[in-house]
């Protein structure tokens, strides 16, 4: 059987981003992290890990870090505390999942207060705040436990259940509109527009889909509560899930530039085959949840 | 003098992390940027790069992009911008920041939205979110022109004006109260406590400061909005700004834990001694908006 003190010093390693850190994590000596990573390797006769800062797991290391996440989902489904070392019935177990900025800042926190009861145990989230499309790739490289995607495509392992789509809809301040006097969308592709990151192609979608433009002056922000705000100060026009909107279209705050426009970005929840019973109560309740706030996925 | 062309390959070799990444950047071939890097080692006679994944600048590297954030602000000063390559008159100036994700969600957006007529110019923001220590460093390696930090040393060639504290509350859900039967705060210390992220100990003082204890059971959500969300669906307790409030009291959808205590985190707004009368005229809106929406910060 594999040895998996050696998995998981790999996977402490490439959580915490480094030998030193993996070190304090595991309660045990950098050499002895070191040491355990090369017993991996000699032991497979290839590298797990490209020795950089931070490092990176090589494919068979993610291979081994995606197998070890199914190995701790099926140890989440044994839900025996007491055999594991460092743990007591009483320590809760850990769920790391990766999504989006738009969902963590709009419908998943309602999607993880499940009960504790309804779960027979206590869950702990560490949230990871990514694109969907990392998110994806973090799912892939078994780094997580769940990840929310734009992807509908499982990972090998993996499964998928759709959640629903946020709509987002083009939006400015009137002052916004009022300054750079907008009276045709198609002078948008010179003005500030707000983008979340580089990795954030909305704006370009929406321009592309009125009049084939791109965004020419772009501010980044990466915030999603801030990305309201900076609309609302006038910094630029941007596209703002509806989730967010509240009642800031009907007090005047902000103005749906193109009522009839829309883009629905569509959300999956990737889990791994070998799903916990508590995991599965999490994600019943989280589709549960997503049913009332997100539309309808088109097909 | 200096051959800028070097130190501009350094920096994008840096900002885009990658060497690759930068010769997209700088519009020439991936063996011209590693061409100059080699150039500018070989007239030094060290190294300025270290080679992992993403580089990362040696101290020599670091002191040399400090020098060209500063050069840089004297260009945009001198706002001569048919002068510069690429570029025209009309292409804006691009400011690259560091906030903290609660300023970013609260009172930056507006403090960003100064008027062009007042600049002469026009700005590009580039905003990077880090925790407050971490955007200090970033002023410090000479990869910002400005950073808004709790740090109030100035960095070396660099000048800090205060802006004023963001007041922080223990909050937590009325059901969440309920839920735990929370009658005394002592209690806290075993029950879900909610935190931004590692770097994030407001949770760790709060505990501290009332009875000496510590959070045992901590969930990670990295979304300022997420994290308000968070505590009004019963996920866990923790301490948030009090400009993310709004009516949330009133309206009875969350509880201020301990009416008498609060935690002030001051910030400052660090610039470069070089600072170009745009990047002043911000700083002195940016000053005003702060001035409205921050705490004063107590000697």
């Given at each position: 059987m594999i040895d998996y003190q050696l998995l998981n010093a790999l996977s402490a390693v490439i959580s915490e981003g480094g030998f030193e850190k993996a070190s304090k994590k595991l309660f045990i000596t950098q050499s002895a992290v070191s040491r355990r990573i090369h017993q991996l390797e000699a032991k497979l006769g290839e590298p797990v890990l490209i020795r950089t800062q931070p490092p990176s797991p090589t494919a068979l290391g993610k291979r081994l870090l995606n197998h070890l996440q199914q190995v701790l989902q099926l140890?989440?489904?044994?839900?025996?505390?007491?055999?594991?070392?460092?743990?007591?019935?009483?320590?809760?177990?850990?769920?790391?999942?990766?999504?989006?900025a738009d969902s963590l800042a709009t419908w998943l926190p309602e999607a993880l207060a499940v009960l504790d009861t309804e779960l027979t145990c206590k869950l702990r989230f560490e949230v990871i705040c990514e694109d969907q499309s990392v998110a994806h790739k973090r799912m892939k490289d078994g780094e997580v436990m769940v990840c929310i995607s734009s992807s509908p495509e499982p990972v090998n392992g993996g499964l998928v259940s759709p959640l629903g789509a946020i709509r987002y809809k083009a939006i400015a301040s009137p002052e916004f509109i009022k300054q750079h006097k907008i009276n045709d969308l198609s002078q948008l592709a010179h003005l500030p527009c707000l983008v979340y990151s580089d990795l954030d192609k909305l704006q370009h979608q929406f321009l592309n889909d009125i009049n084939g433009s791109t965004p020419l002056f772009t501010h980044i922000y990466p915030s999603s509560e801030g990305f309201k705000q900076a609309m609302i100060a006038g910094l630029g026009y941007g596209l703002l899930p509806t989730l967010q909107l509240g009642d800031s279209l009907t007090k005047g705050e902000l103005v749906d530039l193109f009522p009839e426009y829309y883009i629905d970005t569509p959300l999956y929840w990737h889990y791994w085959q070998t799903e916990s019973p508590q995991l599965k109560t999490l994600r019943k309740f989280a589709l549960q949840v997503a049913s009332k706030r997100l539309e309808p996925i088109n097909p």
């Open positions: 140890e989440v489904a044994l839900n025996v505390g007491a055999l594991n070392e460092h743990t007591d019935l009483n320590t809760p177990l850990s769920v790391r999942l990766a999504a989006n």
